[in-house]
Nanobody, 120 residues
Framework: QVQFVESGGGLVQPGGSLRLSCAAS????????MGWYRQAPGKQREFIAG???????NYADSVKGRFTISRDNTKNTMYLQMNSLKADDTAVYYC??????????????WGQGTQVTVSS
């Protein structure tokens, strides 16, 4: 059973920070590229950050310089450190396997996501 459990979201003021966690199961986590995606109300789900099995990272332009993706292969867990948050970052954040050489998700399985709301 493939499962992703996201946590760490919440309500923050503009300029604030959050750290999201993604616990994965049902996959061989340590060999999989992984990614974070988000979906704002009325918008399509979008890729925001990816990390290879070896730790190489890439980011969407909208979050580059503000967000940092990381992983702990001993814990089957991925993280997203979010700094300098903006109102436009308000969305439900999801994790998934990431396709090789692309930003598209690697599975059709999605967790419930974790809500991030940036508001004053």
């Amino acid at each position: 059973q493939v499962q992703f459990v996201e946590s760490g979201g919440g309500l923050v003021q503009p300029g604030g920070s959050l750290r999201l966690s993604c616990a994965a199961s049902g996959i061989i986590f340590k060999i999989q590229p992984m990614g974070w995606y988000r979906q704002a109300p009325g918008k399509q789900r979008e890729f925001i950050a990816g990390i290879s099995s070896g730790g190489s990272t890439n980011y969407a332009d909208s979050v580059k310089g503000r967000f940092t993706i990381s992983r702990d292969n001993t814990k089957n867990t991925m993280y997203l450190q979010m700094n300098s948050l903006k109102a436009d970052d308000t969305a439900v954040y999801y994790c998934n396997v990431k396709s090789f050489f692309a930003t598209t998700p690697g599975t059709n399985y999605w967790g419930q996501g974790t809500q991030v709301t940036v508001s004053s």
